[in-house]
């Protein structure tokens, strides 16, 4: 038990975590926009000039114009005991959807309640297997939508693209779904099959697709050497536990072949660990401010803390609509600085920070605390990454798979490093 428990700590205390408020259709939440913090129980502040609870040991600010009588809470729940006409709904599905509706009514998709199975979920899709579509998804102005379809996975596979609509999920008609309950209907066991009705801007109609789920093996950071010439191309998939140790290995490798120029492919990548982003920007800006973190009341600047090993290395950055958060900060801050040419297309805009607490049942609550801004102090939320460079991978492309953005990055490299 100690060891379990020491282990949990050790877990929670590791560093930071950010993703941008979709979730890994692979077995449970992932890619948010997080920090991974330990429960501890505080001290309620006092009430104020606000309406409050009553009925409880203290109170809670509200921006209620009036008191709140918590009362009115086991009233409802009394009267769902005693009228409903399915008496053998257990009380615990009663408790946990009352606490998933407190958080819900933030109307924030970034803030959530999550069950003990869904935290537990949660926190196994970090490990880098998984089993399910391979996708993220996220809801942006009110619509469910495909963020990113991961490479080599039955989603991407299926034709999922990024920017994809979600219109049903087994025929279920998504308007008004939660994320969570999203990720529940899509999720599940090698082997099963899920149909996804969606609609892709261009398209006449909807469409069905029919996914059958797998297990996903996710390698976040790949390398090589551009066939024929001496520049470095390193795609990042997301960044997670692994991706600082395989970065830091591509690095060397990359330096080891006397590359001229580098290309970073950040493209569908929909986020991960804050650290991990950060350190990975420190590899061009040296000791500068990577991110500022904006609070309620103050703001922190975040700096990389190791030696800036490609300062100087002519780099493209690619990104398309599925970057997300911690993608979102690295071609941020490369561009501010003038690390980097960025190229592509303008990302998804995901820049805020959601705390993750574990609750002593087992369940966490995640809640939106922050919003990130560039070094220059560009909001990343909403707003995005607007490439140097636009470039667009058209419908024609992908059925002949070219890539014009790989190719525009090669182009501008190939100029510049002669």
Do not use: C
């Amino acid at each position: 038990m100690q060891q379990e428990q020491k282990k949990t700590l050790l877990y929670f205390f590791k560093q930071y975590f950010v993703f941008y408020g979709v979730v890994f259709l692979i077995g449970g939440g992932f890619f948010g926009g997080f920090y991974l913090g330990m429960y501890s129980e505080k001290q309620d502040k006092p009430a104020t000039s606000y309406g409050a609870v009553k009925n409880r040991e203290s109170a809670i600010p509200k921006y209620l114009s009036k008191d709140v009588d918590f009362r009115l809470f086991w009233d409802v729940w009394s009267r769902v005991r005693s009228d409903y006409i399915d008496k053998n709904t257990p009380d615990t599905k009663l408790f946990y959807g009352a606490l998933e509706g407190i958080v819900g009514a933030l109307d924030d998709p970034y803030s959530t309640f999550l069950t003990p199975e869904s935290s537990e979920k949660f926190h196994e899709s970090l490990s880098g297997s998984f089993q399910g579509i391979g996708a993220e998804i996220g809801i942006k102005k009110n619509q469910l939508l495909i963020i990113t379809p991961l490479p080599e996975t039955p989603a991407e596979k299926a034709g999922l693209r990024a920017l994809d609509k979600i219109l049903a999920i087994d025929k279920k008609n998504t308007s008004g779904m939660t994320l969570e309950e999203a990720v529940t209907r899509i999720r599940g066991k090698k082997g099963t099959t899920v149909v996804l009705t969606t609609y892709r801007d261009g398209d006449e109609k909807e469409k069905d697709i029919s996914i059958t789920r797998d297990t996903i093996e996710v390698k976040s950071v790949t390398w090589k050497i551009v066939d024929g010439t001496d520049l470095g191309y390193i795609k990042v998939s997301n960044f997670n536990e692994d991706t600082d140790s395989r970065f830091r290995d591509a690095v060397t490798f990359m330096l080891s072949k006397r590359v001229k120029g580098l290309i970073l492919d950040l493209r569908n990548n929909p986020g991960g660990f804050l650290d991990t982003s950060i350190e990975m920007a420190g590899y061009w800006i040296d000791g500068q401010t990577v991110v500022i973190e904006k609070y309620d009341h103050e703001e922190k600047e975040l700096k990389a803390h190791r030696s800036a090993k490609l300062q100087g290395m002519p780099t493209i950055v690619l990104v398309n609509e599925g970057s997300a958060s911690a993608s979102e900060i690295v071609s941020g801050a490369l561009q501010d600085y003038g690390a980097a040419t960025v190229v592509g297309k303008k990302t998804f805009g995901k820049g805020s920070v959601q705390d993750v607490k574990p609750l002593r049942d087992g369940s966490s609550i995640k809640l939106t605390i922050a919003k990130w801004l560039t070094p220059k102090r560009r909001s990343i939320n909403e707003e995005g990454i607007k490439p140097d460079i636009e470039v667009e991978i058209t419908e024609k492309d992908y059925e002949s798979a070219k890539d014009p953005q790989l190719q525009k990055a090669k182009e501008l490299l190939v100029t510049e490093v002669k």
